[in-house]
């Protein structure tokens, strides 16, 4: 379980990175912020690619679990951040694809 909670934290470390490293151009191309805002955000999907690389596993398998930890994020960003509330829908799908994740990252390890 511990394992498990460690994989978590860095998959949600993981996610911020990448939305950051997203929502920062959005900022610049759409709300015309600062063009010196894409340095941190390269800074951030730099990070975003290296914390991936710290992952266990097959890397396939890493990024799809990932992908049900960054559709969580997001949808909490979009609530924090962008002050939209959240559906009972994007709650569902949140928590369908959490448990999707969880799924692939405690399989067994010799899993056929």
Known sequence: MLEFL???????????????????????????RPRWLL??????????????TLH???????????G???????LLWLWRVDGIPLTRWDLLGSAVCLMGMAIIA???ARAG
Do not use: D, H
């Open 68 to 74: 049900g930890v960054y559709v969580a994020i997001a």
């Open 6 to 32: 460690k994989i978590l934290a860095l998959f949600v470390v993981t996610a911020l990175a990448e939305i950051i490293g997203c929502y920062l151009p959005w900022l610049v191309l759409t709300q015309g």
């Open 39 to 52: 340095i941190p955000a390269a800074v951030s999907l730099a990070l975003f690619a290296w914390l991936l």
């Open 56 to 66: 266990p596993g097959a890397a396939g398998r890493i990024y799809a679990a990932y």
């Open 106 to 108: 405690l399989q067994p």
